[in-house]
């Protein structure tokens, strides 16, 4: 069956980085467009960026220029590099993949704060 377990939230500065990744099992994960969820406290779940099978990205606006999307289709693996962490981006991220359904992660928790 599908599984996306996502690691590497946790608790970090304003301006600090973190490297979140999403472990994929269960499908061919090259095939497949992958994607990255936030939701914040309150909020409804927002998009964050998102990597085709062939590399081409597409990211929010809140945090172009600031997070990188990457894929290790060797390893399976999804990444999320963030750097110079607003507070804003506090929330809980949620790796994603659409087949025939819909699969998510459990999600990782991220909270920026001084």
């Known amino acids: 069956q599908v599984q996306l377990v996502e690691s590497g939230g946790g608790l970090v500065q304003p301006g600090g980085s973190l490297r979140l990744s999403c472990a994929a099992s269960?499908?061919?994960?090259?095939?497949?467009?992958m994607s990255w969820y936030r939701q914040a406290p309150g909020k409804e779940r927002e998009l964050v960026a998102g990597i085709t099978p062939g590399g081409i990205t597409n990211y929010a606006d809140s945090v172009k220029g600031r997070f990188r999307i990457a894929r290790d289709n060797v390893k399976n693996t999804l990444y999320l590099e963030m750097s110079s962490l607003k507070t804003e981006d506090t929330a809980v991220y949620y790796c994603y993949v659409r087949r025939s359904s819909e699969y998510w992660g459990q999600g990782t928790e991220v909270t920026v704060s001084s």
């Open positions: 269960g499908f061919i994960f090259r095939i497949y467009t």
